[in-house]
């Protein structure tokens, strides 16, 4: 069984930065990683994935601001967040792919504060 554990989070004003980390534990690797967001009273959204060759995708809404990177011999992805803005503010799921599964991790809260 694949897990998935983030960590991280917390609380910080506009314009400040926050790490996001997401450290995984499986048998077999990974292939495409990414971060997700829900905000309260809207739909779970992509932030930004990648994938096993370090290939990006961000969110029109992040571009610029937040940087996806991966570290495979730590089996850990994460997303660097800067230029924080209060409509980030969101609970933050870590997704990891293998084979044809989606595995998520229980989310991490990011409060960004005007």
């Known amino acids: 069984q694949v897990q998935l554990v983030e960590s991280g989070g917390g609380l910080v004003q506009a314009g400040g930065s926050l790490r996001l980390a997401c450290a995984a534990r499986?048998?077999?690797?990974?292939?495409?990683m990414g971060w997700y967001r829900q905000a309260p009273g809207k739909q779970r959204d992509l932030v930004a994935t990648?994938?096993?060759?370090?290939?990006?995708n961000y969110a029109e809404s992040v571009k610029g601001r937040f940087t996806i990177s991966r570290d495979n011999a730590k089996n850990t992805v994460y997303l660097q967040m800067n230029s924080l803005k209060p409509e980030d503010t969101a609970v933050y799921y870590c997704?990891?792919?293998?084979?044809?599964?989606?595995?998520w991790g229980n989310g991490t809260l990011v409060t960004v504060s005007s």
């Open positions: 997704n990891g792919r293998q084979f044809a599964t989606n595995y």
């Open positions: 499986s048998i077999f690797s990974i292939g495409t």
């Open positions: 990648i994938n096993n060759i370090g290939s990006t």
